[in-house]
């Protein structure tokens, strides 16, 4: 299959469409990372998705909504408590878990009887979801495990010959997937963390926002992935990672300790100059935002530069910085020392 990478443009985001409408899978920008988009009442549509990258199918994915009267069929109902945070945070990067009304493909649940809806806010995924007329179901557009793109150019390393366009909207400006809350249950419960933040969500609901323990822990055996992101190892770069807690001293020892041929850093903006080995920068080391746009870019950059075995400065598990803690963990399949 031939791959077109094309500058989404009004013809481009036509011709998304009506792939779209006629059954097919398009990568498109969100505000987020790049997606791969399928209609979300189309099962058939929504196994190519799955075969595109390779995804597991017990791993369900998030359908894309640009206007709130697109949620009739898609959920059971709409709780006050998803009103109120769509009144504060749609369009952007939330992602609510509602109970699955009759029209989404099973597909898009696997197996579950909950749905995750989200309206994004770039204005070209929104574009394309208005000229099809189609929520779509879009995971992030890479092969599976591997660091979210956040780039077109990305995508199409991923993806060249497994879809048949991908639309160029520019570099994402969060950088990470959207935070994910389950609305389904007697209490508010936070399952993917985000751009948007505990508090922030707590602040909107005027209650207590649980966090799941599979932030910060694998699943356990025979667990279900309620929301996508919560798989033991995801997001990771083909190196072996290891997160390194304690100050930047501490690390700089425990690297020259354990270095060897192939180790490089991932490290805050600033800190190269100062470390033994090769390194890459991921952020301001007090800027959680800054870190989640450019954490998935640093882990692509490590490939690209042979990187073998990595060590990575540990970020704060707090606010949107425990978004880029949440997806190192993984990358780094749960390995954490004490430096």
């Known amino acids: 299959m031939e791959t077109k990478l094309q500058q989404a443009d009004g013809p481009a985001v036509a011709l998304a469409a009506e792939l779209l409408k006629g059954g097919g899978i398009v990568a498109i920008p969100t505000e987020t990372v790049y997606g791969i988009a399928a209609s979300a009442l189309d099962g058939a549509a929504v196994k190519k998705i799955f075969e595109a990258k390779g995804r597991p199918q017990d791993n369900p994915l998030i359908v894309h909504i640009d206007r709130l009267?697109?949620?009739?069929?898609?959920?059971?109902?709409?709780?006050?408590?998803?009103?109120?945070?769509?009144?504060?945070?749609?369009?952007?990067?939330?992602?609510?878990?509602l109970p699955r009304g009759p029209r989404?493909?099973?597909?898009?649940c696997a197996g579950l009887d909950t749905v995750a809806v989200r309206m994004p806010s770039h204005p070209v995924a929104r574009a394309v979801i208005t000229a099809c007329g189609l929520p779509l179901a879009a995971p992030s557009a890479n092969l599976s495990g591997s660091p979210s793109p956040t780039t077109a150019h990305y995508v199409m390393e991923d993806m060249r010959g497994r879809l048949p366009l991908i639309l160029d909207g520019g570099e994402c400006q969060v950088g990470v997937e959207s935070t994910v809350v389950s609305l389904a249950g007697p209490q508010a419960m936070l399952l993917r963390p985000g751009y948007i933040t505990q508090e922030q969500l707590q602040e909107v609901l005027r209650e207590k926002v649980?966090?799941?323990?599979?932030?910060?822990?694998?699943?356990k055996e025979g667990e279900t992935a309620r929301s996508p992101g919560m798989k033991y190892k995801h997001y990771a770069p083909k190196a072996e990672v290891t997160i390194v807690k304690g100050g930047f001293q501490a690390y700089c020892r425990y690297v020259q300790q354990h270095a060897e041929p192939g180790t490089f850093c991932l490290c805050f903006a600033g800190e190269s100059g100062a470390l033994?080995?090769?390194s890459v920068e991921y952020g301001a080391a007090q800027n959680g935002a800054d870190q989640a746009k450019h954490l998935f870019t640093a882990l692509r950059q490590l490939d690209e530069r042979g990187a073998k075995r990595v060590f990575a400065r540990c970020p704060a598990a707090t606010g949107v910085a425990l978004a880029v803690y949440n997806r190192l963990l993984r990358?780094?399949?749960f390995r954490v020392v004490e430096a």
């Not at 959920?75 to 952007?92: D, H, I, S």
């Not at 989404?104 to 898009?108: D, Q, R």
């Open 69 to 97: 009267e697109m949620l009739e069929g898609l959920v059971g109902c709409v709780p006050e408590r998803a009103k109120k945070l769509a009144e504060a945070f749609w369009p952007g990067p939330l992602t609510m878990i």
């Open 104 to 108: 989404v493909a099973a597909e898009v």
């Open 210 to 219: 649980l966090l799941s323990g599979a932030i910060l822990e694998k699943l």
């Open 276 to 278: 033994p080995v090769p």
């Open 331 to 333: 990358a780094a399949a």
